[in-house]
């Protein structure tokens, strides 16, 4: 039998008995796989294994990450959905409280939208994170921005949305993709670069987690916004 341990807020340890280390969330959809994840069952509550490999939260999670600022209750807004893989764990860890997830390409918002069947607080917003304003009238004031955008200028992203919707005190996450910015220079300049915009525009850095090796140069940033 599976032994479950709360880590956070609706974060999970699940252990097997096979000595890996693993996470997981309740499922707020059971039976309904969205990326081909392990469901686990105890006690009549299905977990949702969250996958380090194709999640970055889920990595950093399992790389040390301090605190969670996701939790039961927060609202949250998602740039960079992709097909639903991370913001359905989100969904489950904010449990009945918004998730607004925000996606620019029409073909991967498609297969966004079915993993949202059945999530009630997890709303698909086709859209350009560059361009807050033009979904200023869907998202209200939120707890936490998570960010997963892989572009250039990922910093500015985070900052442009923080001023429009991240309540004071509220976190920023960022999965920064140091060959998104530039891939001729050393990730580490370009992880205190991108860390350097954050702080000079309003967020207090309280962690940093390097999430090799499920993902090469990449690193998450905590901040906690004050602008
Ligand atoms: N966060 C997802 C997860 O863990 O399941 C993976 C995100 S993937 C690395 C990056 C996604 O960001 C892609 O689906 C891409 O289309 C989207 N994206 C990139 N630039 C964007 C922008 N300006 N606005 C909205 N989405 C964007």
Known sequence: MAKIKEKFDNVFELDLGDGIKRIGTKSLVPNKRVYGEKLVNV???????????????????????KEMPIKKGSKVLYLGASAG???SHVADVAEDSPVYAVEFAPRIMREFIESCEGRKNLFPILGD???????????EKVDVIFEDVAQPNQAEILIKNAKWFLKKGG????????RSVDVTENPRVIFEAQKEIMEQNGFKIVDAINIEPFEKDHMLFVGIWNG
Do not use: C, Q
């Open 85 to 87: 893989t991370t913001p």
């Open 171 to 178: 976190y920023g996450m960022i999965s920064i993709k140091a």
């Open 129 to 139: 994170a560059n361009k807050p304003e033009e979904y200023a009238n869907i998202v």
């Open 43 to 65: 006690k009549n509550t299905e977990y949702r294994v969250w996958n380090p490999n194709k999640s970055k939260l889920g990595a950093s999670i399992i790389n040390g990450l």
